[in-house]
T-cell receptor, first 115, second 115 residues
Framework: DAGVIQSPRHEVTEMGQEVTLRCKPI?????LFWYRQTMMRGLELLIY????????DSGMPEDRFSAKMPNASFSTLKIQPSEPRDSAVYFC?????????????FGEGSWLTVV | AQKVTQAQTEISVVEKEDVTLDCVYE???????LFWYKQPPSGELVFLIR??????QNEISGRYSWNFQKSTSSFNFTITASQVVDSAVYFC????????????FGQGTELSVKP
């Protein structure tokens, strides 16, 4: 079975450019999460969706960050304009029904460097 | 609020030694889930185990075992006869039932197994 698929795996971009990270969750999962990992802050939740609806975006750092989930099989995380402090690994994860004690599986991450 | 504490930042052992990684969680919820993930040097987050708050049975999977104790809010992870391939950062996380199952992560424990 395919896991969570993220693209790009690596991206280097210049400050001020727009960055779009993409995620395809595991088929049948109805929860999708975007996490960011940095040395300073560890793994922090940015936003999560349930049934394609954003439920909690309190972790989104600022207005430069936006996330969408237009359908059950695709989500994007956009940073516009990007800044060097956005350099991090961005993980997408998906999970099944909460009521069944869903297990959350992660993609391989998108390694972003903003120079 | 939920919080996960992994007090051990780094652990170094010699191959074949047993090692226990500690995890202490805080929560006011009666239903929650606890997870362990492994992050090898390649960077992906690999799911190891999920435990439900209402199931305090300990679990063993090969060289891995987990000790869940609600009385002390701990969910410790033991690797028996460690191997070099166990070298990784290990994260403990708590999932909250009524918040879509989003995960709150500890800061991680970096395990180094030397030959």
């Amino acid at each position: 079975d395919a896991g969570v698929i993220q693209s790009p795996r690596h991206e280097v971009t210049e400050m001020g450019q727009e960055v779009t990270l993409r995620c395809k969750p595991i088929s049948g999962h109805n929860s999708l999460f975007w996490y960011r990992q940095t040395m300073m802050r560890g793994l922090e939740l940015l936003i999560y969706f349930n049934n394609n609806v954003p439920i909690d975006d309190s972790g989104m750092p600022e207005d430069r960050f936006s996330a969408k989930m237009p359908n059950a099989s695709f989500s994007t995380l956009k940073i516009q304009p990007s800044e060097p402090r956005d350099s991090a690994v961005y993980f997408c994860a998906s999970g099944g029904q909460v009521t069944s004690g869903n297990t959350i599986y992660f993609g391989e991450g998108s390694w972003l460097t903003v120079v | 609020a939920q919080k996960v504490t992994q007090a051990q930042t780094e652990i170094s052992v010699v191959e074949k030694e047993d090692v226990t990684l500690d995890c202490v969680y805080e929560t006011r919820d009666t239903t929650y889930y606890l997870f362990w993930y492994k992050q090898p040097p390649s960077g992906e987050l690999v799911f190891l185990i999920r435990r439900n708050s209402f199931d305090e049975q300990n679990e063993i999977s090969g060289r891995y075992s987990w000790n869940f104790q609600k009385s002390t809010s701990s969910f410790n992870f033991t690797i028996t006869a460690s191997q070099v391939v166990d070298s990784a950062v290990y994260f403990c996380a708590e999932g909250v039932y009524n918040q879509g199952g989003k995960l709150i992560f500890g800061q991680g424990t970096e395990l180094s197994v030397k030959p």
